[in-house]
């Protein structure tokens, strides 16, 4: 199987505990069904042995079958800074095959990292959902770069709201958060978004 039809589940593992495992369940037989037609159900909390101490991706590459698992330490990244980028890029399922992301991103290493816009409305960043508070609600773009399993979880749980978020409008918003598996909800402060024109005043959030 090439690298551009393999994907990837990572799942966070710490002192032998397995985060969300439902999520990545649902994820997998979700994805395999739609790329592969596979129906049979492939139990991932059979393959996977998280390490009993520290904490690590695990890291899953799958098709039809389990191709590879492995533990990775795992230490968290700094992001104070993101730039708006307009990009028409495709990434709806988990793939291995970053490479189209991964190039659109090092176009930009003055910043941590970009927040993907198209059409002028906001998508993702490289790595992880996003989500804007309005001082009572949290809302996270309703048609993302991926849907995330940390984003469906807080969806689930009543803690975020589905929108059409435009590029134009970030200010009225106060707090920026991201989410994945391995950070799970996590609120940038301070975080500066820097917008496609160098010359614009960018946002800088927490935004009182």
């Known amino acids: 199987m090439t690298k551009h ?9 710490e002192d032998g505990k397995i985060f969300n495992l439902s999520y990545h369940q649902r994820r997998c037989d979700t994805s395999r069904k739609l ?3 596979c129906l049979k159900h492939l139990e991932l909390s059979s393959f996977i042995h998280a390490p009993k101490k520290g904490l690590f991706r695990c890291r899953i590459l799958y098709d039809k079958k389990i191709q590879s698992i492995e533990y990775i330490p795992y230490k ?13 890029i495709n ?5 291995v095959n970053r490479d189209a992301l991964t190039a659109l991103k090092n ?28 001082g009572k609600v949290w809302h996270t773009p309703k048609y993302p770069l991926l849907k995330g399993t940390m984003r469906q979880y807080y969806l689930d749980q009543g803690l975020l709201e589905e929108k059409e978020i435009q590029s134009t409008a970030l200010n009225k918003y106060t707090q920026v ?14 975080i500066v978004i820097y917008k496609f024109k160098d010359n614009h ?3 800088t959030f927490p935004n009182p």
Not at 5 to 13: G, P, S
Not at 91 to 95: A, G, R, S, T, V
């Open 5 to 13: 039809r393999l994907l990837l589940e990572t799942i966070k593992c």
């Open 91 to 95: 990434y709806n399922l988990k793939y």
């Open 35 to 37: 790329l592969f037609s």
């Open 177 to 190: 958060a991201l989410m994945n598996a391995m950070i799970g909800f996590k609120i940038l402060n301070p």
């Open 201 to 203: 005043a960018p946002y």
């Open 107 to 134: 176009l930009h290493h003055e910043v941590d990292d970009i927040l993907i816009e198209e059409n002028g409305y906001i998508k993702d960043t490289s790595i992880a959902n996003i989500a804007f508070f309005t």
């Open 76 to 88: 968290s990244k700094k992001i104070a800074s993101l730039k708006i980028i307009s990009s028409n």
